[in-house]
């Protein structure tokens, strides 16, 4: 991604300090706090979501379906009002990159084809503390996170789901594959934030089109496009509105 102005997020501080529970008192508050945000989509204006995929090595056989459907996010809110999405992925021992906010699913394929999956461990905190910032800076209405594992603090991981869920970002937690780990740490960053989770199966493209377009409709248009999209018979969108009510 040379030539995508793309840089790298900054890491994330205290990794040599102790992880803290959460304490149920502490969770509950988060939650509470977040029912009181406003709508995430103000009228007239568009919805911003950012696009994470974990691009290590192990998802090196689904990686071009996922470059191909990001394309469906867009086609599915053309009719609602549009939205701008930002690419980020971690891949490696400490690469983490973002780009710039795109109105057009080409150049985001584009950038996304720039990009070969490398081994190394996740970095969803990292994702998380970026989509934190980007928010504070501008409206985000949704983070869409596509992986497969988990290989963090799971403490760490839920204090910053609690902070996206204070700022109404809601994270939508779309897990490949079955990894028991990476469930319970994308359930609960789900919870936290007030999004949801799904699973799909290794290489069911069309499982994963489904989740994409659900909430890309949320971001562009939130609960009401949701619900209409829902009403359409779409899986996708029937899965995330069934945890988010």
Same mark, same amino acid.
């Given at each position: 991604?040379?030539?995508?102005?793309?840089?790298?997020?900054?890491?994330?501080?205290?990794?040599?300090?102790?992880?803290?529970?959460?304490?149920?008192?502490?969770?509950?508050?988060?939650?509470?706090?977040?029912?009181?945000?406003?709508?995430? %989509?103000?009228? *007239?204006?568009?919805?911003?979501?950012?696009?994470?995929?974990? #691009?290590?090595?192990?998802?090196? =056989?689904?990686?071009?379906?996922?470059?191909?459907?990001? #394309?469906? @996010?867009?086609?599915?809110?053309?009719?609602?009002?549009?939205?701008?999405? /930002?690419? +980020? !992925?971690?891949?490696? @021992?400490?690469?983490?990159?973002?780009?710039?906010? #795109?109105?057009?699913?080409?150049?985001?394929?584009?950038?996304?084809?720039?990009?070969?999956?490398?081994? *190394?461990?996740?970095? +969803?905190?990292? %994702?998380?503390?970026?989509?934190?910032?980007?928010?504070? $800076? /501008?409206?985000?209405?949704?983070? %869409?996170?596509?992986?497969?594992?988990?290989?963090?603090?799971?403490?760490?991981?839920?204090?910053?789901?609690?902070?996206?869920?204070?700022?109404?970002? =809601? $994270?939508? @937690?779309?897990?490949?594959?079955?990894?028991?780990?990476?469930?319970?740490?994308? &359930?609960? +960053?789900?919870?936290?934030?007030?999004?949801?989770?799904?699973?799909?199966?290794? *290489?069911?493209?069309?499982?994963?089109?489904?989740?994409?377009?659900? $909430? $890309?409709? !949320?971001?562009?248009?939130?609960?009401?496009?949701? &619900?209409?999209?829902?009403?359409?018979?779409?899986?996708?969108?029937?899965?995330?509105?069934?945890?988010?009510?």
């Amino acid at each position: 991604m040379a030539n995508d102005r793309s840089q790298k997020t900054p890491a994330p501080t205290g990794h040599g300090e102790p992880a803290k529970t959460s304490r149920p008192a502490d969770i509950e508050a988060f939650l509470a706090r977040a029912r009181t945000l406003a709508p995430p %989509v103000e009228p *007239g204006t568009r919805g911003r979501l950012v696009f994470a995929l974990d #691009a290590t090595m192990s998802r090196q =056989p689904t990686w071009d379906e996922a470059c191909r459907l990001q #394309a469906d @996010m867009f086609a599915e809110t053309a009719s609602i009002g549009g939205l701008d999405v /930002q690419l +980020i !992925y971690y891949r490696g @021992m400490s690469e983490c990159r973002a780009s710039r906010f #795109a109105s057009d699913a080409r150049m985001l394929g584009s950038l996304m084809e720039k990009i070969d999956c490398r081994g *190394g461990r996740t970095q +969803i905190r990292r %994702v998380l503390g970026h989509a934190k910032r980007e928010a504070q $800076a /501008q409206k985000v209405q949704a983070l %869409v996170f596509v992986g497969d594992a988990m290989e963090e603090s799971i403490d760490d991981l839920c204090a910053a789901a609690g902070e996206l869920g204070l700022l109404g970002v =809601p $994270a939508f @937690m779309f897990q490949e594959g079955d990894d028991p780990i990476a469930e319970q740490a994308f &359930r609960e +960053i789900a919870r936290l934030s007030r999004g949801a989770y799904c699973r799909f199966d290794p *290489g069911a493209a069309h499982q994963l089109g489904e989740l994409l377009r659900a $909430a $890309a409709a !949320y971001a562009a248009g939130g609960i009401k496009a949701l &619900r209409d999209l829902s009403a359409r018979s779409s899986v996708g969108a029937q899965r995330l509105l069934a945890q988010m009510k």
